[in-house]
């Protein structure tokens, strides 16, 4: 079973375009899981500003820009060159100063104990092996460092959402190709298990998901798909956030142990 990441070289030119799938990442996933995160922070008592972080499979830059406006010292890593080439422009245009790089989560070109932080959004369901982005996600990480994720869970309910409408049924779908494969979902206590043979305690997991009408949720899609409404909007009115089920995706936070 595999995911077709070339997805984001054919589509990654324009990630910041509403009208682009790829953007439904953006309108309330990015707010929803930037706010989470954020405040993890600050209840550990991080201060972001000057903070070394690391962003794992980045893409067109949503997260990575949200972190450098906080003051981090970002560097964000995608195997995706269009993917990266629109990071690099797009924070470039809006005067920010992030490093980008080509690279893969299993292999970083990056020094041992060199980041406070690291974050990796949407991504461990698309690598080719988790255990190895985790393990190098760890060398990099310092002793204390923050290490914040979020992923997709696999149950029933992220095959309806994720697999049946966002890619197989034909009045929903928002590509027509295999974004997602649901045995490539991950289980938060599968999370916990790799987390913890590389050093990483996991210290919390709540769900992250779509907190608008479920109806509503199928006729937005149908509406996309029509053309009727960016992924821009669809995004934001499926109003993504913290839930208490971690029934679709889940997001959370792990600490490096020395
Ligand atoms: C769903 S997108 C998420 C992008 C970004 N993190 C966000 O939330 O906006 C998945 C990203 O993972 C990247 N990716 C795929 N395989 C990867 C790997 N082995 N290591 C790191 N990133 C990978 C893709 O190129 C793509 O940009």
């Given at each position: 079973m595999a995911v077709d990441n070339r997805i984001y070289d054919r589509l990654?030119?324009?990630?910041?375009?509403?009208?682009?799938?790829?953007?439904?990442?953006?309108?309330s996933f990015t707010p929803g899981r930037f706010g989470y995160f954020r405040g993890v922070l600050e209840r550990v008592g991080r201060?972001?500003?000057g903070m070394r972080a690391l962003d794992v499979?980045?893409?067109?830059g949503f997260m990575a820009e949200e972190f450098a406006r906080l003051g981090c010292e970002v560097v964000g890593i995608d195997p995706s060159p269009v993917s990266i080439g629109t990071a690099r422009q797009h924070a470039a245009s809006g005067g920010l100063t992030i490093g980008y790089l080509v690279a893969t989560g299993e292999r970083l070109p990056l020094a041992d104990e060199s980041f406070e932080l690291a974050y990796c959004c949407d991504v461990l369901e698309h690598v080719s092996s988790v255990e190895q982005v985790i393990k190098e996600t760890a060398r990099v990480l310092k002793p204390g460092g923050i290490y914040l994720f979020d992923t997709i869970n696999r149950t029933p309910a992220s095959k309806v959402l994720a697999i049946k409408a966002m890619q197989d049924w034909r009045l929903t779908r928002?590509?027509?190709?295999?974004?997602?494969?649901?045995?490539m979902f991950i289980k938060p206590a599968e999370l916990e298990e790799t987390l913890r043979r590389h050093s990483l305690r996991l210290d919390e997991i709540t769900g992250l998901g779509p907190r608008a009408n479920k109806l509503a949720l199928l006729r937005n899609f149908t509406r996309a798909r029509r053309g009727r409404l960016t992924y821009g909007e669809l995004s934001r009115r499926m109003n993504v956030g913290r839930t208490?089920?971690?029934?679709i995706s889940y997001m959370g936070y792990a600490t490096k142990q020395p």
């Amino acid at each position: 079973m595999a995911v077709d990441n070339r997805i984001y070289d054919r589509l990654g030119g324009s990630w910041w375009d509403e009208g682009n799938p790829l953007n439904m990442l953006h309108g309330s996933f990015t707010p929803g899981r930037f706010g989470y995160f954020r405040g993890v922070l600050e209840r550990v008592g991080r201060e972001p500003a000057g903070m070394r972080a690391l962003d794992v499979g980045c893409g067109g830059g949503f997260m990575a820009e949200e972190f450098a406006r906080l003051g981090c010292e970002v560097v964000g890593i995608d195997p995706s060159p269009v993917s990266i080439g629109t990071a690099r422009q797009h924070a470039a245009s809006g005067g920010l100063t992030i490093g980008y790089l080509v690279a893969t989560g299993e292999r970083l070109p990056l020094a041992d104990e060199s980041f406070e932080l690291a974050y990796c959004c949407d991504v461990l369901e698309h690598v080719s092996s988790v255990e190895q982005v985790i393990k190098e996600t760890a060398r990099v990480l310092k002793p204390g460092g923050i290490y914040l994720f979020d992923t997709i869970n696999r149950t029933p309910a992220s095959k309806v959402l994720a697999i049946k409408a966002m890619q197989d049924w034909r009045l929903t779908r928002m590509v027509d190709t295999r974004l997602h494969c649901w045995e490539m979902f991950i289980k938060p206590a599968e999370l916990e298990e790799t987390l913890r043979r590389h050093s990483l305690r996991l210290d919390e997991i709540t769900g992250l998901g779509p907190r608008a009408n479920k109806l509503a949720l199928l006729r937005n899609f149908t509406r996309a798909r029509r053309g009727r409404l960016t992924y821009g909007e669809l995004s934001r009115r499926m109003n993504v956030g913290r839930t208490t089920s971690t029934a679709i995706s889940y997001m959370g936070y792990a600490t490096k142990q020395p």
